[in-house]
């Protein structure tokens, strides 16, 4: 106890619980008004923080008002404002009131739905949502749970993977006879475009670094992966007495925005028996619209398909989406059935168990989320914000190929424009677009990053930050322009 006469806080008085979250509502509120004020990329300098907050914990409590204070004072310039109309970055992270109001139901019940009998309403929501979302998608019913399939939501992408890789990794194993000296013999496949979370993933279930294939890509793909080269090494692998079993094609790669052709890469999966991933994160909430549904041709072919919700669907992080056609192979590879996890509704097999479906045993309820993003938006809103970014992305990219000056260096194919600064001489290329981003970013106007296919260096620009509007794509171009202006002078003289 403490000396003075002062009650502890209760962690959770009912009063204080409805006080002190308006204030921080509001607090939030009122950063959205203000979010253009602030540098897009933060401007601190490492170890910023440490100078400012006291090292150790305050033995006695700290008033909200005071702790508001120090996250605006210490914590708001440390933060790199990813909900900024200005952020043009990586890939968007876009939020919704939706999606917000999701996390706080899920966050108020903080239930912790493993299995279906730890929480009925999060794993059966869970499966309807998954299920509204592969129809949206167009998904064949093998991967729904009203058809053969079904799904589950992980935090990220390289979850996804690492679960589809277990899954396969252990069906080969299997096939081979269980014997896992095996292991050195089983061979994954992707393009040198595929997210680096895929040789991560690879890496974690026991894949040998040496057995990692990756397809060369050119400009004449679009940097899109081609079948016959795979073709090429699975069977050159096949000689040398290796098991291919498993390879991760993209729709809408990280650098450039490739899209891998699906119906040919799936025939070449099938034909060998690979397990197919389709990992479409960022590009995957475009094909609900029915205009972008044919980057998913061939899906039927795919062993998984996986999507982020949080980055282009108004589902505030985390959220990732993956489907599986064979749910007993994740369940084969992941399940664990410890004493004091038994019941009933477990041993009846008529419930998913979610834990058997992730690396974790404790889940958050993230379906409520998602559920309620396609439901306060409806299906036809949520294809109109796809469409909007695509136009806006239009636009800008408009802009950029009618000035000579410049040049789109791969097709855009959604809302990610890659593109550079043409200098004179083509040894100065990477140079002049490295420090034309630099000044763009310094200037604390907007934020941008960068990719390199094919050796050249390019920059990123990609659209869709919730708050995004045209006037705020006017001035990115005013500034690329005004920047560019000042380094061609010193360039091309
Ligand atoms: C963003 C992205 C990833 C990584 O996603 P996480 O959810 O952060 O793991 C992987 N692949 C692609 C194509 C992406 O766009």
């Not at 120090?70 to 990813?82: A, C, F, N, R, Y």
């Not at 949502?129 to 167009?138: E, P, R, S």
């Not at 496949?189 to 997210?195: F, I, M, N, P, R």
């Not at 290329?429 to 390019?458: P, Q, W």
Request: charged share 20%.
């Amino acid at each position: 106890m403490t000396s003075n006469s002062e009650k502890p806080l209760h962690p959770l008085d009912p009063v204080s619980f409805t006080d002190e979250s308006k204030a921080v509502i509001d607090f939030i509120a009122d950063y959205y008004k203000n979010i253009e004020k602030y540098p897009v990329q933060s401007k601190v300098e490492t170890g910023y923080l440490t100078a400012k907050l006291p090292d150790s914990a305050p033995y006695c409590p700290d008033s909200l008002e005071d702790i508001l204070e120090d996250v605006k004072e210490s914590i708001l310039p440390g933060l790199t404002h990813w909900q900024s109309p200005s952020f043009f970055a990586y890939y968007q992270a876009s939020s919704s009131t939706a999606g917000f109001l999701g996390e706080m139901l899920c966050s108020g019940f903080n239930v912790v739905g493993f299995n279906w009998i730890s929480s009925p309403a999060a794993t059966e929501l869970e499966s309807i949502v998954l299920d509204w979302m592969g129809k949206m998608l167009k998904l064949p019913s093998s991967f729904l749970f009203s058809g053969t399939g079904g799904g589950v939501i992980h935090g990220t992408t390289c979850e996804a993977v690492v679960c589809t890789l277990a899954a396969a990794r252990d069906k080969a194993l299997r096939e081979l006879g269980g014997n896992w000296e095996n292991i050195t013999k089983l061979v994954v496949y992707a393009s040198d475009q595929t997210h680096f979370t895929f040789r991560k993933a690879a890496k974690l279930v026991g894949i040998p670094p040496s057995n990692f294939r990756l397809i060369q890509t050119s400009f004449a793909t679009e940097f899109s992966m081609s079948p016959e080269p795979l073709r090429l090494a699975i069977e050159d692998d096949i000689e040398s007495g290796l098991v291919p079993f498993y390879i991760c094609a993209t729709i809408g790669t990280t650098a450039c925005g490739a899209v891998d052709p699906i119906a040919e890469l799936g025939k070449a999966a099938n034909k060998y028996k690979l397990w197919l991933h389709i990992d479409a994160a960022h590009a995957g909430s475009a094909c609900i619209c029915p205009e972008f549904r044919h980057f998913l041709d061939g899906v039927e072919l795919a062993n998984s398909v996986s999507m982020n919700p949080h980055k282009w669907f108004l589902t505030n992080m985390d959220c990732c989406c993956l489907w599986v056609k064979e749910p007993r192979y994740l369940v084969d590879s992941l399940s664990s059935n410890p004493e004091y996890l038994e019941n009933n509704a477990s041993k009846s097999k008529a419930v998913v168990d979610y834990k058997d479906w992730q690396v974790a045993l404790s889940r958050r309820f993230r379906a409520l989320k998602l559920w309620i993003v396609i439901r306060r938006h409806g299906v036809a809103n949520l294809m109109h914000h796809i469409r909007s970014d695509i136009s806006l992305a239009k636009q800008f990219e408009a802009l950029v190929a009618k000035d000579d000056r410049f040049e789109i260096v791969v097709p855009r194919k959604l809302v990610l424009i890659f593109f550079r600064l043409k200098p004179k001489h083509e040894l100065d290329s990477g140079e002049l677009n490295c420090k034309l981003l630099d000044a763009i970013n310094s200037s604390g106007r907007a934020f941008m990053t960068h990719g390199v296919v094919g050796g050249i260096y390019a920059i990123r620009c990609v659209i869709g930050a919730t708050l995004t509007e045209e006037r705020h794509l006017k001035d990115l171009w005013n500034l690329i322009q005004e920047k560019a202006r000042f380094l061609l002078l010193q360039y091309n003289e």
